[in-house]
């Protein structure tokens, strides 16, 4: 089994900067993709960033630019640096990692006011 602890969000003001962590925990050997995900308000679940195990990120368009992913393997951590922050960017954001199964952090809201 593989347990996803997320840590970063909260509140920020448009313009602001946050970052996200994500430490898989237990039988995290073996783990392929990670990535972040999140849902608005009244949406689906999206994409946001994911990161293959060499380190290849790929981010959403309306992220790009923005939002970095990135990953430390010895760690067994995902981060998601947000910069520019956006009021339509408020969502819960959840980490995700995949190893033979999806697993998925608990979600954390992120909250962006103008």
């Known amino acids: 089994q593989v347990q996803l602890v997320e840590s970063g969000g909260g509140w920020v003001q448009a313009g602001g900067s946050r970052r996200r962590s994500c430490v898989a925990c237990?039988?995290?050997?073996?783990?392929?993709?990670m990535g972040w995900y999140r849902q608005a308000p009244g949406k689906r679940r999206e994409v946001v960033a994911v990161?293959?195990?060499?380190?290849?990120?790929t981010s959403a368009a309306s992220v790009k630019g923005r939002f970095t992913i990135s990953r430390d393997n010895a760690k067994n951590t995902v981060y998601l640096q947000m910069n520019n922050l956006k009021p339509e960017d408020t969502a819960v954001y959840y980490c995700?990692?995949?190893?033979?199964?999806?697993?998925w952090g608990k979600g954390t809201l992120v909250t962006v006011s103008s």
């Open positions: 237990g039988s995290s050997v073996g783990i392929n993709g």
């Open positions: 995700h990692a995949q190893r033979v199964m999806d697993y």
């Open positions: 990161i293959t195990p060499g380190g290849s990120p």
